[in-house]
């Protein structure tokens, strides 16, 4: 079972629809419990950093994600994947879940519209699971107006916005971050989403 973690700032609906089409079982939750008990963790987000680290906090679930997300596969979507480091300066400086090196920041490419949204290509950086059976020319969609910076050891995939956007990012074991909205990218993102859920043992 996949659990999508329900923390009141995540587009859980479109997620869980997404892997109910796939024919995973999954559950929306806000459950300790449930997430100890999944076999892997969604942390979908939309919104502004400080706002979300505090609704999880509020939620009573950093301290279990960060024990799960130790052990199983863990992914984080859109502003989720931006709570996968370790601080932003959206607004204010924030600390974030720490489960990959680096920061979160905003977009800064004088010329180009803000927020970044719409569709972009992959470029892969690093082999991941999560691209297994993609082909060179994959879009995907984008919606955000911060983006990660991080070494390039955990920069797996990005995108092109005037400069590299992280798209994919992870810790090079079982955690993994997309940029961009899987469960609103086509068939490209709901083979990222089945290749996620296939790293399940």
């Known amino acids: ?29 806000d459950k300790a419990e449930d997430l100890r008990s999944a076999d892997a963790l969604i942390l979908p987000g939309v919104g502004a950093f400080p706002w979300a680290m505090n609704m999880l906090k509020l939620s009573g679930l950093v301290e279990v994600i960060k024990q799960e997300a130790a052990r ?19 607004f204010e400086e924030c600390k974030g879940l720490g489960l990959v090196d680096g920061y979160v920041d905003k977009i800064n490419e004088p010329g180009l519209v803000i927020p970044h949204m719409g569709w972009n290509k992959l470029e892969y950086n690093h082999p991941c699971p999560l691209f297994d059976g993609l082909g060179s020319e994959e879009y995907v969609y984008f919606v955000h107006s911060y983006k990660a910076f991080c070494g390039d050891g955990a920069l797996m995939a990005y995108c092109q916005y005037g400069s590299k956007v992280p798209a994919v990012v992870g810790n090079g074991k079982n955690v993994f971050g997309c940029q961009f909205h899987p469960e609103k990218s086509g068939e490209t ?13």
């Open 1 to 29: 079972m996949i659990a999508v973690i329900d923390y009141g700032a995540g587009n859980i609906f479109s997620v869980k629809n997404a892997l109910d089409h796939l024919g995973f079982e999954s559950r929306l939750t």
């Open 72 to 90: 199983k596969p863990f992914l984080g979507i859109c502003l989720g994947m931006q709570l996968l480091f370790e601080k932003s300066y959206e």
């Open 189 to 201: 993102g709901l083979k990222i989403l089945s290749n996620f859920a296939g790293l399940i043992k």
